[in-house]
Each structure stands twice: as C-alpha cells, then as structure tokens.
C-alpha cells in the first residue's frame, strides 16, 4: 500500500507589507495572522501528516499586488512586481521561513495558483524569488490545478471584471513585454485602495453591490458618490489606458451590471459542474467559504479567507474572521473524501485588533 495523500488548499491570504509603525499598524495589511498560520503549517508536518504526501496549495490572491501611490498597478510589468513581492516576503519573513521547512521535507509540495491581485507571480523574476526563499520544488501556476477528480482555481476567471486572456498573459510572460490587465486589478488598485482612505473596511465586504445597498440607507452621500465616481473610473480607464487593458468597450457595460448585482460565483459553479466531468469544484475568490451539493451528488467548496469579513446578510451580520480551508484526504486506494475545515489552533489569550468599529 502506497502512503496517504492530503491536499491542503487555503485562499486569498491577501499578505500585504507586513506590520508598519510603532503599534504594528498598516492600513493597506489585511494579514494579521502569521503566527497562527505558521503554527498551521507546522501542524501539518506532524502526526497524521508526518509520513504522509502533503500538498499545500495556495489558491489564488495570496499575496496582495495591488497598492501603493504607483498610478498605474504594478503587476503590470516584471521589475516593479519583482519589487513589491520582495517588500511582502519581507514583511512576513517569519511565515516565508516556515513555508521553507515544510517545503524543504521530502513528501511535502507547494502549489501557487494565481488571482487577480498576484498575477504577477507568473513574471520569471518572481518564480525564481519565491523559490530562492522557499525552495526550488515550488510550482507557480494560472490555474486550473486539478487533484484526483476535483478542479481547484482561484474563481476571478468566472467574472467580466476579473477575467485574464491567458494567452495574453503567457504571450507577455514570455516576451518580457507589459501585461495586459482586465478592470479588476486597475479597479482594486486605483479606486477601492482610494476608498480605503475614507472607508478603511470597504474591502472586507465581500460584495459590494451588497455594500452600497446597505450605504443607501446609512451612508446614503457616500454610496451615490461611490457609484458615479466608479462608473467614471471605469470608462476613464479605457479611454487613458487601452494599450494596458484587456476588455471590448461593450463589456464595459457587462461589468458594471456585474458589480452593481451579488456576486454570481456559486451560480457559476453550479453551471460548470453540471457541463462538466469533475468530481467537484474547489474556488477562493468570493471569501465565503461555503460547501454545496449539486444536484447529480457534485460538490462546490469555497476554502473563504483568513482575513477579516463583514456580512451583511442578515443570517451571518457582522464582523468576523474565520480560518477556513479545505483537505482533501486520499486514502491508499485513491478514494477521495473533501472537508471544509476551521482551523482553532492553540487558544491564545490576546492578540492585537487591526480594525475599527
């Protein structure tokens, strides 16, 4: 009999620059969990996992690419995504140097998939500096990965807004050219990071049609402005930036219905699954972590985010972190059972609060 296999896979970590200042506060860190997530790692390299396969992936927005005063995002070329990976290592060394021990063992590997904050990662200069700091086994990858029947993906490819042509992409990678960016990145970049100033939980909100529907009531001068000053940056973006963007003018329109409307991503999932031969669908993305059953006995998960959420749905209202992802457990045989799990850790007794109510 052959060893057993996990697959690990979290999302959207979202690791900015690190901790800043005295008191440890940035504004633009949404990460504030590297010691619990090294102790996550170290878990899994003993007990049942010691002597077991162990893939650890990441599955998309791990780190956080889009920031700073740059108009432009810097993803978008080879040196300044080079750049500002190098200040996000740097920022969470201590976690990069866990990542190193695990990966350095010799059943263990880690997996990096791409969203659409870390495109850049597929720039060769960034390979090599997540291998120089973690090991040469790493694989960096846009995605899909697939694992014993199951499709794991980041999910920004489902939506108008975030979606890469990704023969752009590979075609730019490969020419050392300038890639070529859908609305997302310029839109988290230059007009939700500007929000930030005014709003600083704006993007823990994991839908913001939801946001600005809850803003008319309680913000009502804000969310009219948000909304006038989103759809000029929209079209602003295509008329300054055309050679930089990959999008038609007449999707234009399709994104806006799309962020104007809940975020369709477990629609979409549901719709490929039943065109499909998966097992099932593994996505990050929408930072709810969630597991369905489709009809015909398929199965969607959404691994969620360890940063923080605000919902305001009424089932779930409120602040909160959670520290879910999924395990996958392949047993000698190749059956395969997947779990959406929390992660509760060791019980601290305190711990500083990055935020504000």
Not at 93 to 116: C, D, H, Q, S, W
Request: charged share 25%.
């Amino acid at each position: 009999m052959g060893r057993k296999r996990y697959t690990i896979i979290v999302g959207d970590l979202h690791l900015g620059t690190g901790k800043s200042g005295r008191d440890g506060f940035n504004p633009f860190e949404s990460f504030y969990q590297d010691e619990r997530f090294i102790e996550f790692i170290e878990h899994h390299m003993k007990g049942k996992y010691e002597d077991a396969y162990v893939e650890l992936i990441f599955n998309g927005d791990t780190f956080s690419m889009l920031g700073g005063d740059e108009i432009l995002p810097p993803l978008l070329e080879e040196n300044t995504s080079a750049m500002v990976l190098t200040r996000i290592m740097h920022g969470h060394r201590n976690m990069i140097e866990a990542l190193r021990k695990f990966a350095e063992r010799e059943n263990t590997l880690v997996t990096f998939l791409v969203g659409e904050y870390d495109i850049g990662l597929l720039w060769p200069i960034c390979e090599t500096l997540l291998k120089d700091s973690i090991s040469n086994k790493i694989k960096v990858m846009f995605g899909p990965y697939e694992v014993s029947g199951f499709r794991i993906e980041h999910g920004n490819q489902f939506e108008v807004i975030h979606r890469f042509n990704k023969d752009e992409v590979k075609f730019a990678v490969e020419k050392k050219g300038v890639l070529k960016l859908p609305y997302g990145p310029f839109f988290i970049h230059g007009f939700i990071n500007e929000l930030k100033r005014e709003r600083p939980y704006i993007d823990r909100v994991p839908s913001l049609s939801m946001y600005l529907k809850w803003a008319f009531y309680f913000d009502t001068s804000f969310a009219i402005k948000t909304i006038l000053k989103g759809i000029m940056f929209l079209f602003r973006i295509w008329v300054k930036h055309p050679r930089f963007l990959y999008m038609e003018f007449p999707s234009t329109f399709s994104l806006i219905k799309e962020l104007l409307r809940k975020s369709p991503l477990e629609k979409y999932a549901f719709d490929f699954l039943k065109r499909s031969n998966y097992k099932g669908l593994i996505l990050s993305h929408s930072h709810i972590p969630s597991r369905r059953i489709t009809s015909d006995g398929k199965i969607y998960i959404n691994t969620g985010t360890w940063t923080d959420i605000i919902s305001l749905e009424v089932g779930s209202l409120g602040r909160r972190t959670l520290f879910t992802y999924v395990e996958l457990e392949e047993d000698e045989y190749g059956n395969v059972v997947p779990h959406l799990m929390v992660w509760r850790g060791k019980e601290g007794l305190m711990e500083d609060f990055h935020g504000e109510y």
